[in-house]
């Protein structure tokens, strides 16, 4: 049976230096705050912004959310957008992705402060990626990822990994993160034509689509390690990851639990990143 992988753990770690962080900026009379811009009312994007607000509660960073109707116009949206990186008193901003079909992400993106980007959704932070420059606001997810890899001791280096999905938000960033730090990775898609070969063939399967029950105990290989990203809500409000949680855990050596794994780490990432951004606004 595998080691079950717990966000809780992994996220307690990453605050002990946080609150260090947290503590020098009330010394300064820095009050970090945050805006969550959130384009309509779907189940997923709810539950996010509910785990974002506790974990911003538990460190106290003020989060302000500003809730738009899902037919809002992409030039309204920039409107507003423009507004929030003006204001002095905001220090990051979060956009809940995906956006509905009539919004640019990448242009939505390009309006976006870098430096109030606490999600690494800018051209800038993005490109920094590929340039490994680690100095600004990488995106919260994949660098969630690496930061439960590096708590269990899991050496990525030359290790084969699988990364299903390929978003701006997840896959991408992510697959080029692993690269820089030696894995060998492969990234699937809709279009794949034989995902379960690839995942068998892989050490590290990282499952990021929000497909329920995508991942299932035959595409799994006796010694792998299982990082589902995948998030899902259904009509009672219910959370689910893309692996069979249940069969996968008897087979694989490690396996993150939905909820309980990614998703609280990477909350807490995204107020490490907050924190930052508050304290460069105030140098600025």
Do not use: W
């Amino acid at each position: 049976m595998a080691t079950i992988m717990d966000g809780e753990v992994v996220s307690t770690a990453l605050m002990e230096k946080m609150l260090i962080d947290r503590e020098k900026l009330r010394i300064k009379n820095i009050m970090p705050t945050v805006e969550i811009i959130r384009v309509g009312t779907k189940r997923d994007a709810l539950a996010y912004e509910a785990a974002v607000k506790k974990m911003f509660k538990r460190i106290e960073i003020n989060c302000i959310v500003s809730a738009y109707p899902a037919e809002i116009s992409q030039e309204k949206l920039i409107i507003e957008m423009k507004k929030k990186n003006e204001d002095k008193h905001i220090h990051g901003i979060l956009v809940l992705r995906p956006l509905p079909n009539q919004l640019d992400e990448c242009i939505i993106g390009k309006c976006l402060n870098p430096i109030k980007d606490i999600d690494g959704m800018t051209p800038y932070n993005l490109g920094n990626i590929i340039l490994e420059n680690n100095s600004t606001h990488l995106p919260c997810t994949p660098i969630a990822v690496l930061e439960l890899l590096s708590y269990y001791k899991i050496d990525i280096l030359g290790r084969r990994i699988v990364v299903v999905g390929q978003s701006s938000a997840i896959g991408k960033p992510l697959t080029v993160l692993l690269l820089n730090r030696g894995a060998t990775v492969t990234t699937v898609n809709i279009h794949t034509k034989d995902l379960k070969k690839s995942c068998l063939e892989a050490d590290i399967i990282i499952s990021a689509t929000g497909k329920k029950g995508l991942i299932r105990e035959d595409f799994i290989s006796s010694k792998a390690i299982v990082i589902d990203v995948g998030i899902s809500v259904d009509e009672r409000g219910e959370i689910s990851g893309d692996v069979c949680f249940e069969e996968v855990k008897e087979k694989c050596e490690f396996i993150t639990p939905v909820p309980g794994g990614i998703g609280l780490i990477t909350t807490t990432v995204l107020a490490r990143n907050a924190l930052r951004s508050a304290d460069t606004e105030k140098k600025d």
